[in-house]
């Protein structure tokens, strides 16, 4: 099993929460360490998708440890230094925006914050439907910014919903691997 300690952090964006949790429960078998780590909303949050309960049994099980679920039990992140690279899957709009202008104000973004200060990786897998509307200007300010990457992605349905994006969930692993080297996977934009 690899060494590299992962932080695997879900946000709210339900709908792509199965393609993510593939990803998810295949690293958890490929890496010795993944923490879990939820937003307060996929945390209290029951969908037409599932239930909270029951995503973050099956997330805590594969890893073999409670998710972090809380501000507090974030922040210990940066001083102790517990990850080597951090994932941010489904990174919604709103997670984009609060990373690109410095807003803490969450468990997903105080533990970037907090992991960043190690200058470490994060890897960011989009769904969002305003990413090439409001949130455009936000992506472009993280993709300039030093430590983080972009797992590959693209317009999910421009017909229909021609601002949104979403990252090729199956791409995550190896956008880890490069990440881990410092650099940006490529192609970084898909065509649908």
Known sequence: MKQQRIGFAFC??????????????????????VI?????????????FGSAETFLKMIEDAAG???IKTIRDAEPI?????????????????TIGKLA?????????????????????IVLAISSNDALAANAE??????????YYFVPYGQDDPNNKPCSLVADMACIGDTIEWALEGKQIQPMLLRT
């Open 138 to 147: 936000n992506i472009g300010k993280l993709l300039v910014r030093k430590n």
């Open 36 to 48: 879990p780590i939820v937003s307060e909303i996929t945390a209290a949050t029951d969908t037409r």
């Open 101 to 121: 202008n410095g807003v803490t104000d969450s468990t997903v973004t105080l533990a970037a914050k907090a992991h960043l200060r190690n200058d470490r990786p």
């Open 65 to 67: 440890r409670p998710a």
């Open 78 to 94: 940066g001083p102790k230094k517990l990850l080597d690279l951090l994932v941010i899957a489904p990174c919604t709009g709103n």
């Open 12 to 33: 709210g964006s339900f709908c792509t929460h199965q393609k993510v949790l593939k990803e998810y429960l295949r690293l958890t078998k490929e890496y010795e360490t």
